[in-house]
């Protein structure tokens, strides 16, 4: 008779004893994950000028590349990114601030190397807008076919960084973020060439970027 009286007492201890061990979705997440992601990102250079001479335009072809991010709870964040872009234009002669085309092929790679860190604020399981700041290392390579040795222009500097966006999760393993990124890199260009004749001293501008994140 006790050990029935005493039963739905032992039910009612153990209600909230399994509440407090039943995890949540947000307590399976790991305190600090990293998610490799995917890039691709077009891009408007600010030296406007100088890229509409050499390629005919100053929004050129994608950047391509790839990195890690690391988010840590609550919503901070660190990414670590590298990409490249390529396209091969022509040679012009400027006089009096205008372009003449030579004829002669010219490429020109920009490769960055960055690194950012910001905030994310989770709206909803799904949508999350983020916001952040950083720097990166820019290395620019100029050749030409005609070129004599030590005409080749290779250069690198450090620029900074402003972002944001939002970041839609398609999938339990899947985002994908969209996001504004403004680059400023001085000390590349304006020292010598076109560039310096056009006044245009800033290798970064503004870009759109895709990314496809793996991971929680």
Partial sequence: MRLILALPVL??????L???TRTTPRDEAPAVSFRPFFLAKGDQFA???TFDAVFGSQSLSPF???GVQ???RPGVFVEIEVS????TGQRVFVSNGQAFP???PLKATVTPFEVTGGYRLRLTPRIAPYAGAGVGRYAYSETSTFNDAGEDVEASHVGFIVMGGVEVRVHRWVGIGVDAQFTRVTGILGTAGISKEFGDTDLGGTALRVKVLVGR
């Fill in 11 to 16: 039910l009612a201890a153990s209600v909230p």
């Fill in 70 to 72: 690391i988010d840590l």
């Fill in 18 to 20: 399994a509440a407090q």
């Fill in 64 to 66: 391509w590349g790839g």
């Fill in 102 to 104: 030579l004829g002669i």
């Fill in 84 to 87: 490249r872009f390529s396209k």
């Fill in 47 to 49: 030296a406007s000028k």
